[in-house]
C-alpha cells in the first residue's frame, strides 16, 4: 500500500504522454506517406516532438522515483 | 532476498580524495572520457590523406561526416554548422558512449568494499548463511540497509544515470547556447531578456529567462529519467529472470541511450540555432 502513491503517479502520469506520442507519430507518418521525399525532414521534427511529449512522462516518473526512494 | 535488489538513486561514494568524494559514476565518466582522449588522439595520429580511407579512417569518417552533414540539415548555414559541429558532436558521442558503457558486463556486478583481496560472499546473488540467517531474523528494513552498506558498492555505474552529471551536461548545454547567442547577435541578445522599450517586452523577457531555466531542468530530468528507468528496469528484469529475457531490454536499452543522445545533441543544436537567428 505505500506504493501505491508512486505506482499511480506512473500511470496516471503516462496517459497524456502515450495519447501525444501516439498523436505525433500518426501525423508524422501520413505527412510521409502523403510527401515521401520529405521523409527526412519530417523524421527529424517528428523525434524532437516525440522528445519534448516524453520530458512529461519523465516528470511523473522522476516524481515517482522521488516518492519511492527519498 | 528483498535484500538483494538493490536500486540506489544516488550514486555511492567509492573513496574520498582530499575531501572531494568519488563516486563509482564520476570514475565511470572519467573513465569513458579517458579513453575518448586517448582513442581519439591514437586514430588522428593514423590519419592519412587519401581518397579510400579504409578501417578506422573509414570509421571515424563515417561518424564525423554524417553528424556534421545532419548538422547542416539543421543550421542551413556552412559558418554556423563549422561553428556548432564540434560541440553537438562531443555532447553526442559523449553522451551515447556513457549510455552504452552501462550495458557491458561488468557494470553493477563488480563489488568495491575498500579492502584489498576477493571477497566472494560479497557478490550479489551468491549465498551466504550468515545473511540469509540475519535476513530472517530481521523484521526491520533498517538491518537490510546495514547489510547492504557492508556488501560494498559497484565500482562501474553508467554516469548518466546520476543527477549531477545530467544537470551538469544541461548547464554546459545552456551556457553553449547563450554563449553563442552573444557571439553571433551581440549585446543585442541581451535585450531578449532585458528590455524596457515597452511593459510587454518586460514580461516577455521574464518568460524567456523563465523558459532558460526549464531547459536546464528538462535536458536534466529528460537524460537522467530514461537513463535510470533503463537501469532500474534491466536490474529488475535480471534479479526475476536471470537468463534470455533480459536479452530484449538490452536491445531496447540500446536504441534509447542512441535517441536520447541525439535528442540531447540535436535540442541543444535547434535552440543554439534559434538563439543565433536574426530578431524577428
Known amino acids: 500500500m505505500e506504493n501505491l502513491p508512486s505506482a ?12 501525444a506520442i501516439g498523436v505525433i507519430v500518426k501525423a508524422a507518418l501520413e505527412s510521409i506517406g502523403r510527401n515521401p521525399e520529405a521523409g527526412s525532414q519530417i523524421q527529424t ?15 511523473s516518473l522522476v516524481i515517482a522515483l522521488v516518492l519511492k526512494f527519498v | 532476498m528483498a535484500g538483494q535488489l538493490h536500486i540506489a538513486i544516488t550514486p555511492e561514494t567509492l573513496f574520498t580524495v582530499g575531501g572531494f568524494e568519488v563516486t563509482n559514476t564520476l570514475f565511470t565518466s572519467y573513465l569513458v572520457s579517458a579513453f575518448l582522449i586517448i582513442f581519439l588522439f591514437y586514430a588522428r595520429s593514423q590519419l592519412k590523406l587519401t581518397n579510400r580511407p579504409t578501417g578506422l ?18 543550421t542551413h548555414s556552412a559558418k554556423k554548422t563549422s561553428a556548432f559541429a564540434p560541440i553537438i558532436t562531443g555532447f553526442f558521442v559523449f553522451i551515447l558512449l556513457n549510455n552504452w558503457v552501462e550495458l557491458l558486463p561488468g557494470f553493477h556486478t563488480i563489488i568495491y ?7 566472494l560472499t560479497n557478490i550479489p546473488g551468491a549465498s551466504n548463511i550468515d545473511e540469509v540467517y540475519a535476513v530472517e531474523n530481521s523484521t526491520e528494513e533498517v538491518h537490510l540497509e546495514e547489510e547492504n552498506e557492508n556488501t560494498g558498492v559497484a565500482l562501474l555505474r553508467g554516469a548518466n544515470a546520476d543527477i549531477n552529471m545530467t544537470i551538469a551536461l544541461a548547464l554546459v548545454s545552456v551556457a ?24 510587454i517586452f518586460f514580461f516577455v523577457g521574464l518568460l524567456e529567462i523563465v523558459s532558460e531555466i526549464s531547459k536546464i531542468l528538462s535536458f536534466a530530468f529528460r537524460l537522467f529519467g530514461n ?5 532500474v528496469l534491466i536490474a529488475v528484469i535480471s534479479f526475476l529472470v536471470p537468463v534470455v529475457l533480459p536479452m530484449p531490454f538490452i536491445g531496447l536499452e540500446i536504441f534509447v541511450g542512441f535517441i536520447q543522445a541525439l535528442v540531447f545533441a540535436m535540442l ?12 524577428h
Not at chain 2, 579512417?57 to 561518424?63: K, W
Not at chain 2, 568494499?113 to 571477497?119: K, L
Open chain 1, 8 to 19: 499511480l503517479t506512473m500511470s496516471i502520469g503516462g496517459i497524456g504522454p502515450a495519447i
Open chain 1, 45 to 59: 521534427a517528428m523525434i524532437l516532438g516525440v522528445a519534448f511529449a516524453e520530458a512529461i512522462a519523465i516528470y
Open chain 2, 57 to 74: 579512417q573509414n570509421l571515424l569518417e563515417v561518424i564525423v561526416g554524417g553528424l556534421y552533414s545532419f548538422i547542416d540539415t539543421i
Open chain 2, 113 to 119: 568494499t575498500g579492502e584489498p583481496g576477493i571477497h
Open chain 2, 176 to 199: 553553449v547556447i547563450q554563449y553563442y547567442g552573444f557571439k553571433f547577435s551581440g549585446i543585442n541578445y541581451g535585450k531578449k531578456y532585458i528590455n524596457f522599450s515597452s511593459p
Open chain 2, 227 to 231: 537513463i535510470f528507468a533503463g537501469e
Open chain 2, 268 to 279: 541543444t543544436l535547434v535552440f543554439i540555432n534559434m538563439a543565433t537567428e536574426a530578431h
